[in-house]
């Protein structure tokens, strides 16, 4: 006898369909609950990667705070790698840091320094020019006695309007410029006094203005010695004495260029002079890395070679051995080809009552790169 | 017609043939057996149904909206701008309960930025500081009631207004979520740090 011989199988068929139309049901679901899960653990990790970032942040402050060595160079700041294992960060990540303050800031420096520091790159001198004294960069606008403009991030100059005139030099000079540094007051002529006066929130009648720059220009040198910034503007014989407290912030007598991390166009720019002997100007960054100088004695001897016995010795004036301003960066590597990468600007400072160095953060970014690219923002 | 049986030693009923037609216990095992994959399935289903439209509807509308309000708050409280070699030219963070406004740089461009509370929306706003592009968004709507506080990293005190010349050591969100229902109930507050301007081993 054969049972159901005509609809045996409408059961199984009938069961296929249901399994079928649930697993598609399950896929459709199972999918929106994967994008959710993934989306909420892509945020956990980018939370984790930017705390281990800031982590790794705080060790280096701790690091800064702690050093006791007499010397700052490329060699001796080292990231303690093996610190940051001791304390159980295993992060693929890199720890690079540099010395900022050393770079050259455009908004407080004269404009006979441009020149020299722009020596081979006369397009960039009359772009930069233009646009401080200026405040546009037609060629046609009369550049004003005082400049009209400064920089909030050196990134910004590459923004400007007119700014391709300088986009070949970009990859040369950007990690050359800053503006994290304070205006040095051996270096100041009257022109760029005056703009800072004028940054402290300083009105003077344009007579005035011209006084002011005449008499800086005429007393500077009266001026070229360790001392406070109020002795030193003392000696200028300024028609109108400036309001030293506001402007304490901008300027400061202590020299804070390291000789070990300055670069050779920004030595000449501070020195004035051609070099007498440019191979050896061009051997400082690897002299820095093998044999850092130590002591004065050492880099008055490199000086010497460079530009010859008479290069001024108010030049002491411009240095130190301990960076003030430092730049971190802290790249921790990420899946898929990008990155996470911190860069901070770091003043470090030690009044002679303090045992330690204290830190202040100035700058903080944070950003995803693409790994190998470098600088590519990638949001999220 | 002989009878085919599934295996030997199978023995059908005499009942069984008496009904006229039945199931096999093959077949009754196998019913059993997919009904039971197909129960479990529909259990899963259900279950996951039902978490996966409470996480949606409930907790994972709230988890969303925190996440977008942190994203959105931390990329430009991060981004604080700071730069004591300038003077006085750019006020820092200016803020009060309604919202706060702040100096930052962002690839290379300087603006003030900042968000601020309206009718229960949340809208951010940028100002570019050299060509003055004013740019508005609305991020998120439906939080009433919500309130912004600072945390002064010198007197250790929430106050709600925001004038100093430094920056506050952090920023606070106290805030409600309106469901659609109309309902609001208060979410978890949101304190974000700003890391420029902080000072270590400064006494």
Redesign the interface.
Known sequence: MVLNRGNSGAVLLAVTWVLLILTGILITLGYQVQLESLLYSRYKRELETKEAARNLLQLVIHRLQHDDSDYDAPGTIDFPYALAAELGYTYAAEVELWDEGSRFNLNNTPAYMWRSFFEDAPGYYTFVHQWFFSGDVSAYSTPAVVRQNYLFTVEELYRLPGAEAIATYENMLRPELTVFNPALFYLLDGETFLALLKQTGENYSASTEMAMIDAFNRNRWNAMYQASLFELVGRLGLPVFPDIAKLEPLVTTEGFLNPNFISPRHLNAVIGAPPANSVRLYELKTIQEATPFTRWEYFDAYLKEVYGENYPAYVRLYFTFKTRIWGVRVRIMGESGTSFCLTAVLERSKEKALTSWAIKILSLREEWVVTGEGGTGLGE | ?S??LPFPGWKRSKAF?RTG??FTLFEVLV?IT?TG??ML??I??LQ??AD?SW?SYTR?DK?RVL?LLT?RLEEIL?????????????QLLNGNTQGFSL?V?R????GRAGFFLHDGDLVYRWEG??DGEVAEETVITRLPGAAFSYLDGKSGLWIPYWQEDYYPRLVRLRLHWQEETGESEPLPDLIFPI?????????
């Open positions: 017609m009878e085919r043939f037609r039945g019913t997919l994959f197909i399935g529909i899963t289903v996951n149904t996966f996480r994972g988890e996440r994203r991060g981004s604080a701008y700071l730069c004591p070699y300038i003077g006085e030219k750019l100096p740089s690839e290379g461009v300087t500081i050299r890391l420029v301007g902080t000072e270590y081993g400064i006494e």
